[in-house]
């Protein structure tokens, strides 16, 4: 019976955190719950319940959200790391860049040089 209770408090954690962690990416490229839910294939309703921790989703379904996000699964839960500040700083760096148009890159790209050669001073 105790062993019960222990499975589904943890299970309850993981769903939360799971949740918390979708809804941070999704912010992060300020998109609507309902966008993401057109763009991984689901209902807006079930992205809800996923996002407040009351669903726990399976391998497929967290694959076609970190898809529709442009991350992988691995970068989805390894900002759990250590080196948290790091990760999600560089998963930000791409995902703003993926948004710049190509023909605009290479004067992104000098920018970005630049400001590197200045703080390597």
């Not at 860049?97 to 605009?104: N, V």
Request: aromatic share 8%.
């Amino acid at each position: 019976m105790w062993e019960v209770i222990v499975i589904d408090s943890q299970k309850q954690k993981i769903s939360i955190k799971t949740g918390q962690r979708i809804r941070y990416f999704r912010q992060l490229q300020g998109i609507s719950q309902e966008a993401l839910a057109l763009k991984s294939g689901m209902n807006p309703a079930y992205l809800g319940h996923l996002e407040r921790g009351l669903k726990c989703p399976t391998i497929d379904t967290l694959y076609r959200i970190t898809h529709a996000l442009g991350i992988s699964l691995s970068e989805f839960f390894s900002s759990d790391s250590q080196d948290n500040t790091s990760n999600e700083q560089a998963i930000r760096i791409r995902l703003a860049i993926q948004r710049i148009p190509a023909y605009k890159m290479d004067h992104v790209v000098k920018i970005i040089e630049e400001l590197a050669a200045s703080y390597a001073e």
